[in-house]
């Protein structure tokens, strides 16, 4: 019922921009808490940033700080990742999660996922 689908995820070279979409459908998702997640190769899930239902509450993974934006607009019911200033680092499959309660960076604690999108960055 409930389904997460990314976006936007692709090859781009060091340096350069990438904006991610994750389209949600069969939740009310204007209540839901979302994140985006990424999984690079031989390296376990991590987390990049999450927003609260409202966009009044956003963290991010210190990483991430002033290169990464999260973003909602609950009246198309999608979440946005824009991310500038790209490394080779970056290259993961990432992914969209949503979590019925508040903010957290624990995986576990999110309650649907995406399939994911992968990015790609080049040197």
């Known amino acids: 019922q409930v389904q997460l689908v990314e976006s936007g995820g692709g090859l781009v070279q060091a340096g350069g921009s990438l904006r991610l979409s994750c389209a949600a459908s069969?939740?009310?998702?204007?209540?839901?808490?979302m994140g985006w997640f990424r999984q690079a190769p031989g390296k376990e899930r991590e987390f990049v940033a999450t927003?609260?239902?409202?966009?009044?509450?956003?963290y991010y993974a210190d990483s991430m700080k002033g290169r990464f934006t999260i973003s909602r607009d609950n009246a198309k019911n999608t979440v946005y990742l824009q991310m500038n200033s790209l490394k080779p680092e970056d290259t993961a499959v990432y992914y969209c999660?949503?979590?019925?309660?508040?903010?957290?960076?624990?995986?576990?604690?999110?309650?649907?996922w995406g399939q994911g999108t992968q990015v790609t960055v080049s040197s």
């Open positions: 999660a949503a979590r019925v309660k508040g903010v957290t960076p624990l995986e576990y604690e999110y309650d649907y």
């Open positions: 927003t609260s239902w409202s966009g009044g509450h956003k």
């Open positions: 069969g939740l009310t998702f204007s209540r839901y808490t």
